[in-house]
C-alpha cells in the first residue's frame, strides 16, 4: 500500500512541479473551446441543436483528461530512458504494484487536469444542467482518465524511445478523440461513423460525461458507466501484462 | 569466509549472440572485487543478472545465500547499487529520493528517516537535501545515488562504471568514500570500470571478462606475475588484446535499437 502511494505521490509532485506542462496542455483545449465553440456556434443554433458551448464543453473535459492521461501513461518511456525505471525494477516489489501506482498517479494528474478545463469551460459560458449529477461527472472522468493512462503506459510498455510517440498520437489518439463525438452529435450519422464511434472507449465517456452535465445521451448513462468500466479494468490488466514484460 | 556472490555456470544468450557464456565466480563477504573488461565483453549483462534485472538464460546465481532467480525479493533486498547512467528523479529533491527508496524498500519509517539523515551526513550532502536534484553536479548525483543503494542496509553494493564521467577530484572523493564503507561496515562492493589505477588501488580482487569469458582473475599482483607486465593495464591489454571494441559494440546496439523501437 505504502509502495503505491509513494509512486502516486511521485507522479503528483513531478505534475504541480512543472507550471510550463499544465499551463501548456490547456493550450489545446482552450483553443478548441474558442475556435471551435464560438465559431460553429451560430451554425449549431440555426441547425437546431442549441447552444454550442453547452454541447461541445463536455467533450472539451474529457480532451483534457484523454491527452494529459496517455501522456502521464506514456511518461514511462522517459524513466526507461533516464534510467529511473531501473530503480524501481530492483525494487524488492512486484511489477503490477508499480503498474498500479504510476497508473492511479497519472490518472489522479489527468483528473486534476480535467477540472480545470472543466472551470474554463464555465468561465467561456458553461453551464452544468445539475449540480446533483457532478459526482457521477467525476466518476466518469475519473474513468476516462484510468483508461487512458493505462493505455499510455500499454504502449509505453511496447516502445523504447519517443520515436513512436508521434505515431501513437496521430494514428491512434487523435482519431480516438475526433471520432469519439467530443465535437459534433452521434445522432444521424453515416453509419460507418457510427459504429467507429460505437467501438471508441472515448465515446461512452464523452457521451456519460454530457449526461451527467447536460442531461443529454445518445446512448445512456447506464451503458456508459458499463462499458466504460469493462474497458478500463481489460485495459489495466492489458497494461500489467506489457509491464511485467519489460526488459532492460 | 562467507560467500556473499556465488554464480555457477551463468550464461546469457540475446537472440544468436552469447553475451555471457558459463561464467562461475564467487566473491567472500567484506571484499571489495573489480570486474574488468572492454566495451561489450559482457560486464553490465553480468550485473543486470546478479541484480535480477535480466533473467539467465542457464545457470545459478547466489547472493547473500538467496537464490537470483526463485527468491528475487530476498536477491534484491540484500544489494545496493548505482546503475552506469543517473537513475535519479531530477524533479524530485535529494531527500524525497532517499525517502522514495526507503519507502519501496520497505524501510520502516523512524529507522528510514534516521537512515537517510546518516547517509546524506556519510556522502556529504545533508545540507542541500531539499535541494531538486536537477540542480545537482555530476558528482554529486553519484554520491547522492550510493547514498541512496545504502538505505535498506544492504549487503552488498554493485557499483557499474562509478566514476565513469566525473573528474578527477570528484572520482578521488568518491572513492575514498566506498572504502570508508567498506572498511568501516563491512560492505561487500562489486564494480566494473575503465579505470585500470581504480581497481589496482581499491579492488582486493580482479576479474578480468572478455567475449563473455572470465579470463584471469586474481590479486593484482598476481596478474601482474602471471603476465609480465608491471601495470594492471598492460597486464590487461595484453590479456584482452588491442583491438578496440567499440566500433563493433556501437553498431550492434544500433542495430539492437533500431529494431527494437517496435519490439513485439
Same mark, same amino acid.
Given at each position: ?248 | ?140 548525483? =553519484?554520491?547522492?545515488? /550510493?547514498?541512496? +543503494?545504502? @538505505? ?10 562509478? &566514476?565513469? %564521467? ?38 582486493? =580482487?580482479?576479474?578480468? /571478462?572478455?567475449? +563473455?569469458? @572470465? ?10 606475475? &602471471?603476465? %609480465? ?36
Amino acid at each position: 500500500m505504502q509502495t503505491i502511494y509513494i509512486l502516486w505521490l511521485r507522479q503528483i509532485k513531478r505534475y504541480l512541479r512543472s507550471k510550463p506542462r499544465i499551463i501548456g496542455s490547456l493550450g489545446q483545449p482552450l483553443l478548441f473551446l474558442v475556435s471551435l465553440g464560438f465559431g460553429f456556434g451560430p451554425i449549431f443554433q440555426k441547425a437546431g441543436g442549441g447552444n454550442y458551448i453547452q454541447f461541445l464543453a463536455p467533450g472539451i473535459i474529457a480532451m483534457g483528461i484523454l491527452f494529459t492521461a496517455v501522456f502521464s501513461g506514456i511518461e514511462i518511456i522517459w524513466d526507461k530512458q533516464f534510467g529511473f525505471l531501473k530503480e524501481t525494477l530492483v525494487a524488492p516489489i512486484s511489477r503490477t504494484q508499480i503498474m498500479v501506482g504510476r497508473t492511479l498517479g497519472g490518472a489522479t494528474v489527468a483528473l486534476l487536469q480535467g477540472l480545470i478545463v472543466f472551470i474554463i469551460t464555465l468561465v467561456a459560458g458553461f453551464r452544468p444542467a445539475s449540480l446533483n449529477m457532478l459526482p457521477i461527472a467525476l466518476a466518469i472522468a475519473a474513468l476516462i482518465a484510468l483508461f487512458f493512462t493505462a493505455f499510455g503506459t500499454a504502449i509505453a510498455s511496447l516502445l523504447d524511445d519517443m520515436q513512436g510517440f508521434q505515431l501513437i498520437m496521430n494514428f491512434v489518439v487523435m482519431p480516438t478523440f475526433f471520432l469519439s463525438g467530443a465535437l459534433f452529435p452521434l445522432g444521424g450519422l453515416p453509419s460507418m461513423l457510427e459504429t467507429v464511434a460505437r467501438l471508441n472507449p472515448l465515446a461512452y465517456g464523452v457521451d456519460g460525461l454530457r449526461e451527467a452535465l447536460i442531461q443529454s445521451a445518445h446512448f445512456s448513462m447506464s451503458i456508459d458507466l458499463v462499458i466504460l468500466s469493462l474497458s478500463t479494468a481489460l485495459l489495466l490488466a492489458i497494461g500489467s501484462l506489457l509491464f511485467a514484460r519489460i526488459e532492460i | 569466509m562467507n560467500k556473499i556472490i556465488e554464480t555457477n555456470s551463468l550464461t546469457k544468450t540475446f537472440d544468436k549472440t552469447t553475451a555471457v557464456n558459463d561464467i562461475s565466480f564467487s566473491v567472500d563477504e567484506g571484499e571489495i572485487v573489480a570486474f574488468l573488461g572492454p566495451n561489450g565483453a559482457g560486464k553490465t549483462t553480468t550485473i543486470k543478472m546478479l541484480t535480477t534485472l535480466l533473467p539467465p538464460t542457464d545457470g545459478s546465481i547466489r547472493i547473500n545465500g538467496f537464490d537470483a532467480i526463485n527468491d528475487k525479493d530476498a536477491v534484491r533486498r540484500s544489494f545496493g547499487i548505482v546503475f552506469q547512467d543517473p537513475s535519479l528523479d531530477d524533479e524530485l529533491t535529494a531527500f524525497e529520493n532517499l525517502e522514495f527508496h526507503g519507502v519501496i524498500y520497505g524501510v520502516p519509517k523512524i529507522d528510514r528517516r534516521r537512515r537517510i539523515d546518516e547517509m546524506l551526513r556519510f556522502v556529504e550532502l545533508y545540507d542541500r537535501k531539499d535541494e531538486l536534484v536537477k540542480h545537482f553536479s555530476g558528482g554529486m548525483k =553519484r554520491r547522492l545515488e /550510493i547514498a541512496r +543503494g545504502l @538505505i535498506h542496509h544492504p549487503k552488498v553494493l554493485f557499483l557499474d562504471e562509478p &566514476t565513469s %564521467g566525473l573528474d578527477p577530484q570528484t572520482r578521488n572523493h568518491i572513492w575514498d568514500h566506498i572504502r570508508k564503507l567498506n572498511k568501516e561496515e563491512g560492505m561487500t562492493v562489486f564494480f566494473t570500470t575503465h579505470y585500470m589505477e581504480e581497481a589496482e588501488q581499491a579492488a582486493s =580482487r580482479v576479474f578480468i /571478462i572478455d567475449k +563473455g569469458t @572470465i579470463v584471469a582473475e586474481g590479486t593484482t599482483a598476481s596478474l601482474l606475475q &602471471t603476465t %609480465g607486465k608491471d601495470s594492471l593495464e598492460a597486464a590487461f591489454l595484453s590479456l584482452t588484446g588491442k583491438m578496440i571494441r567499440e566500433e563493433e559494440a556501437g553498431s550492434k546496439e544500433h542495430m539492437r535499437m533500431h529494431r527494437s523501437v517496435w519490439k513485439r
